[in-house]
């Protein structure tokens, strides 16, 4: 199994795993060996596209020198662009798209004794549920709960609405159910996540909200963190602020995927929040929450987006100060509102605009690191160093798995998952170094 893409997709890759592993399928993690090879695919951007693409064609490889006779191509890329795959790649013996992924073993049942190309694309409504089994991929201390499925802000760069359906709430007691399942094998820190977590119980009958969840999870015994990912921010509340301060298991992190700061480019982005109000929101999380450390993710390169719009972004990002951020070339995607709109962008500007972005948080994700010396901070152990073994590695809980810096440590000992003090005694522009206090 390869998975690309987001976390969100992860998790329909485990549902996979663990719905073969059951059916007695061996999972294994040598390409060469594999009689059956899923790729589960991104499509959210033109690199992603491509990423899924170029991971197609050097697996489909393995049908000569390896032991694969069934190639499966599932996710996003197969559920958007069924036809032209089907045409293009008859290497793919089955596409699945984003709703048929829980029947992976009856598919592959049904492909026995057929040498047809086989096609599962229905309408991306499904939602799993907790009779389905997952396999936690992910290192045993930590893993991704994923607490509903698709997408209602419809902006108008992004195809994830016509990709996954609607904003669909998984029921409450399913997750917390499956929280208590996945911290009974070990895990640590739950990372909170869909496209919208702040959506969470909007489209149920009671008065559940993200809020009600993170409490429950909150008294889940041998649960030591819960990180929220992806939290629009005309969703965060009052009390969701609170709660974020006051409990001591929720990360003081967040997640705050803004995109832009200039009027216009968000009204064209069919954001719901202006600039003054995401300003407002920053500091007044940083006035409630002192010690959070906010991440963000910025598109550059928007059609329409002015050198005086640039600039204002520019000067949003130096005031802010985010411990962490992203930024995305605006992708012409076709099917969105914006592929159609005027004034595209050139790709010579857009990449000039993300260095430029890049290069200042760089500076600013220093300076923010500098300021963490000398204090302690929870550091979860994840192993030796990748430069040395000499080095245990970790993270703290301001930073995120896979997306954020690590800790290197150089003083002290523990096993792998521990979560210890940690002094931090140096930094690097997005790295940590520090030693374990007694």
Request: with cysteine.
């Amino acid at each position: 199994m390869v998975s690309l893409g987001c976390p969100k997709n992860l998790v329909d890759a485990e549902v996979m795993l663990e719905v073969l592993s059951k059916q007695e399928y061996e999972i294994t993690t040598d390409e060469k060996v594999a009689d059956v090879i899923i790729v589960n695919t991104c499509s959210f951007i033109k690199e992603a596209k491509q990423e899924s693409i170029d991971a197609i064609l050097d697996l489909a490889e393995r049908k000569h020198d390896g032991r694969c006779h069934t190639l499966i191509v599932s996710g996003c890329l197969p559920q958007r662009y069924q036809e032209e795959l089907a045409r293009e790649l008859p290497e793919v013996d089955i596409f699945i798209g984003t709703g048929d992924y829980p029947r992976i073993a009856e598919i592959l049942a049904e492909k026995t004794g057929t040498e047809d190309q086989l096609r599962y694309i229905g309408d991306p409504d499904y939602i799993y549920d907790e009779s389905l089994p997952r396999l936690n991929s992910s290192p045993a201390w930590y893993s991704y709960l994923k607490i509903g499925e698709g997408c209602s802000n419809c902006c108008s760069y992004c195809i994830i609405p016509q990709l996954r359906g609607p904003y669909r709430s998984r029921p409450l007691e399913a997750l917390v159910a499956e929280a208590e399942r996945l911290v009974a094998r070990g895990v640590k820190e739950i990372n909170v996540i869909s496209q919208d977590i702040t959506r969470y119980g909007s489209d149920m009958d009671d008065d559940t909200t993200l809020e009600t969840l993170i409490r429950r999870l909150a008294a889940i015994d041998g649960l030591r963190w819960i990180r929220l990912l992806y939290a629009y921010p005309d969703g965060i509340s009052d009390g969701l602020i609170a709660l974020i301060r006051d409990e001591p298991k929720v990360c003081k992190y967040l997640d705050i995927p803004i995109q832009h700061i200039s009027d216009p480019v968000l009204k064209a982005m069919k954001r719901r929040s202006n600039g003054q109000q995401i300003r407002d929101l920053i500091a007044k999380l940083r006035n409630e929450i002192p010690d959070i450390a906010l991440r963000t993710s910025l598109i550059v390169g928007f059609p329409g987006e002015t050198v005086d719009d640039f600039a204002g972004l520019m000067q949003f990002v130096e005031q802010s100060q985010f411990d962490r951020l992203g930024v995305f070339c605006y992708s012409r995607e076709e099917g969105t509102p914006a592929a159609a709109m005027p004034e595209q962008v050139s790709e010579r500007i857009k990449r000039e605009r993300y260095r430029k972005l890049m290069r200042a948080q760089a500076r600013l994700s220093f300076r923010r690191n500098r300021t963490l010396i000398g204090k302690t901070e929870q550091v979860i152990v994840e192993g030796y160093s990748e430069e040395t073994e000499l080095l245990l590695k970790g993270r703290s809980s301001r930073q995120a798995p896979d997306i954020d810096g690590q800790v290197y440590i150089t003083a002290g000992t523990a096993d792998v998952g521990d979560i210890v003090q940690l002094r931090i005694t140096d930094s690097s522009d997005y790295d940590l170094i520090g030693e374990i206090v007694d």
